[in-house]
């Protein structure tokens, strides 16, 4: 399986492929959506793409827009992974077409959590 890891911190996207590569994807970053969106057409379609929301050149939120408007990305599962906590941005990322959100700080057992919700964690991996 394929992960795109959008996040400007450097360290949270290396935090975040660690995690993602220990569960067997093979991963790729961008530091802003707009970077996310030129691999996205480049590499083609992902399984994943974790989606931090505060980011300059095209925040989160725009970059869930513009991939769910996209008919060759629609099978891209989207999951937030920022600090916004807030009750109303959540509803926002999800109506906007994130499949899940996780906010930082995160235990790796928390991604991965998310990630079996949403069935993308190997079976083997799951027992």
Known sequence: MRALVVDDS?????IVANVLEGL?????????GQEALDALQQEGAVDLVTV??????MDGLELVTHVRKNREWRGVTLMMVTTEAEQSQIVRALAAGAHEYLIKP???EELRAKLDLLGLVPVEETA
Request: glycine letters at 4%; aromatic letters at 14%.
């Open 10 to 14: 450097r360290t949270m996207r290396r």
């Open 24 to 32: 067997g994807f093979s991963t790729t970053q961008a530091a802003d």
């Open 52 to 57: 931090d929301w505060n980011m300059p050149v």
């Open 106 to 108: 995160f235990t790796a």
